[in-house]
Structures are given as structure tokens and as C-alpha cells.
């Protein structure tokens, strides 16, 4: 089994930052892909970035130049740095990482930009 733990969301004003956090623990050895996924209410869930084992970045080109992916492989860790948010980037953002060639999915944690 493979927990995530996700922290560091919450209520920032537009224009503000916030910095995601996912650590994965359990049965974890093989662990490649790490990444954030968000849903808005109403809407599919979408890529926000992920990151491979070797440190190469994808974005969702809605988060392009202002999200920035980060990962600490000695402690099985994530990060989202998150800049220059928008009304828009309000969502619940949802850690995932892939252990070999199985997926797992954090709970969730909710992100709210006021405008």
C-alpha cells in the first residue's frame, strides 16, 4: 500500500503564492512519476504538473511560467509552488505518484483564491 499525504493548501488572495507538499510513504520502492492534478467544481480533473524520477517537468499550459514543480527524492516528496495566483487556480489539488506502473491518488486539499 501507498499513503500520500498532502499539505499547504488553504484561502490566498489573487496575486498570492502557496506551496503544495505530498509526501508518499508505505510500499513505495519503484516510485518514478510524482505530480499535482486539480479539479474545479463542475469541471474534469486535469494536469497540473508532474515530474519524473531523473527531475523532468510537464505543466498543464494553464499553469505554465507560474507553477513550479519540485521533488525530494531522499524524503519520497512533492512540491508545488504555486505564484501569481488566479480566481481560477481555485480547485482541489490532488497528489499522484506511480510506484512501478500502479497509480495511487492523494485525498485531496482545497485551494481558494479570493478576488
Known amino acids: 500500500q501507498v499513503q500520500l499525504v498532502e499539505s499547504g493548501g488553504g484561502l490566498v488572495q489573487a496575486g498570492g503564492s502557496l506551496r503544495l507538499s505530498c509526501v508518499a510513504s508505505g510500499s513505495i520502492s519503484g516510485i518514478n512519476v510524482m505530480g499535482w492534478y486539480r479539479q474545479a467544481p463542475g469541471k474534469q480533473r486535469e494536469l497540473v504538473a508532474v515530474?519524473?524520477?531523473?527531475?523532468?517537468?510537464n505543466y498543464g499550459d494553464s499553469v505554465k511560467g507560474r507553477f513550479t514543480i519540485s521533488r525530494d527524492t531522499a524524503k519520497n516528496t512533492v512540491y508545488l509552488r504555486m505564484n501569481s495566483l488566479k480566481s481560477e487556480d481555485t480547485a482541489v489539488y490532488y497528489c499522484?505518484?506511480?510506484?512501478?506502473?500502479?497509480?495511487?491518488w492523494g485525498q485531496g486539499i482545497q485551494v481558494t483564491v479570493s478576488s
Open positions: 499522484n505518484v506511480f510506484v512501478l506502473s500502479q497509480s495511487y
Open positions: 515530474i519524473s524520477s531523473i527531475g523532468l517537468a
